[in-house]
């Protein structure tokens, strides 16, 4: 089981209004799920109220489940209704029913029982018993747990490779109260501070350089003889390894990120992600790409959609978060090459979103939930950026083309 904590963001309140957006990007597209007439849309709220009823936080591997990722991701590629329904039965097997919880949560003690994922039932039904007290408001709910007090929850939004972040942003695209619940039920449960002593070390901590570009600082890790002969091979195991032997030396390259013009260094941070999973890959000689590039690449996804959402002053907050959890995973999967190359110069040969759509949600790995969510990022990235240069685009074709599974050596998960 993976459980890696990441530095604590500081206590914001969600909708809380500022004077400027630190990271000005527009809202995605919310998708009212709940009163949407069209049968696609119908469909996706009723598999989702399904799983939310049937089905626990946690697959039979007792890593938080992607079905709504996947079932959301589906319909945002144009998945009807029969797509989605088929896309559900071939999951469902690989989730875990509710059980019960050991007792109940109360307002007096839910911050007692954060990380224990056996409370995960007891979780939900406390947040959806506050549910019913702010009148339905999922929103205020969030807004209430996940964001205010001395220690929130949102502290701990990037553990378990930051899908709890993952399930919160579906929510807000898909507008899904059930869906919200859940978000802040993983982040209750998926919550660890073993490594929170690592917030004190930013900005306090300083680094022997700085550099505006994510790629250059990547570029230095790589070169950094403190991680040579650290792990044999890569893997899970590799990160809880890197925060407690090499801690000193991960932080000083995450700190040297000067960050002065947010928007565009936020820009190369998604151009990095899409690099890491398409620049590093072993292509066309194995068809397999890296599961650990791969949601460096979704969480990425993720935190575009929270940006406007979130106050100013946390923006780029959340954006260190990803930052630090990219780096971990870099030096984790052995600091393979990133060849730009292999995007700039690929020729997508006339293939088009609609074709990459098309392959995610019909094609042999529409069942595949990292793989439809890689296809989804890319595509979003594509549309916030404009992608004049079709850098996006590349990524996505040249990946849907030679993918035929994933590596990356994920300790009890079959990739």
Not at 183 to 204: I, K, V
Not at 367 to 374: E, K, L
Request: glycine share 6%; with cysteine; net charge negative.
């Amino acid at each position: 089981m993976l459980n890696i904590s990441w530095p604590s963001l500081p206590s914001l309140s969600l909708f809380s209004s500022s004077p400027r957006q630190a990271i000005k990007l527009p809202p995605v597209q919310v998708h009212e799920t709940e009163t949407a007439h069209e049968k696609p849309a119908r469909a996706l709220k009723h598999l989702l109220k399904l799983d939310h009823v049937e089905n626990g936080l946690f697959d039979r591997r007792r890593f938080p489940s992607q079905m709504s990722h996947l079932l959301s991701s589906s319909f945002l590629q144009g998945a009807d209704a029969n797509d989605l329904g088929r896309i559900y039965e071939s999951q469902v097997n690989e989730v875990v029913k509710w059980k019960d919880s050991p007792a109940e949560i109360t307002t007096l003690d839910w911050r007692s029982h954060l990380g224990r994922r056996e409370f995960d039932r007891a979780f939900v039904d406390f947040f959806e018993d506050e549910l019913v007290r702010l009148g339905y408001d999922w929103k205020q709910v969030v807004d209430e747990y996940l964001f205010n007090g001395q220690e929130p929850v949102f502290g701990s939004i990037m553990a378990d490779l930051g899908l709890p972040l993952v399930h919160l942003a579906y929510a807000f695209e898909m507008n899904s109260r059930e869906v919200g619940m859940e978000a802040l039920g993983l982040a209750a449960t998926c919550y660890n501070e073993t490594y929170s002593s690592l917030a004190t070390m930013h900005p306090s901590h300083k680094s022997s350089y700085e550099s505006k570009s994510v790629f250059d600082i990547l570029t230095r890790v790589q070169e950094d003889k403190a991680f040579d002969g650290l792990f044999p091979t890569p893997g899970s195991d590799n990160l809880e390894s890197l925060l407690t032997s090499r801690n000193t030396a991960m932080m000083s390259h995450w700190s040297a990120w000067k960050i002065e013009n947010p928007l565009e260094q936020f820009r190369e941070s998604q151009q990095l992600a899409a690099a890491l999973l398409v620049g590093t890959s072993e292509g066309e000689s194995s068809g397999y790409y890296d599961w650990f590039f791969a949601m460096a690449l979704v969480t990425s996804h993720a935190v575009r959609v929270m940006l406007p959402i979130i106050p100013a002053q946390y923006q780029i907050h959340l954006v260190q978060q990803w930052w630090l959890n990219t780096i971990g995973i870099y030096i984790s999967q052995l600091r393979p090459d990133i060849d730009m190359g292999r995007i700039r110069e690929y020729d997508p040969e006339g293939k088009d979103w609609e074709w990459v759509s098309r392959q995610a949600v019909t094609g042999a790995y529409s069942t595949n939930p990292c793989f439809v969510q890689t296809t989804r990022a890319l595509k979003q990235q594509a549309e916030t950026w404009g992608d004049h240069d079709r850098l996006f685009l590349k990524a996505a074709v040249r990946f849907v083309t030679e993918f035929e599974g994933w590596r990356g050596n994920f300790v009890g998960f079959e990739l």
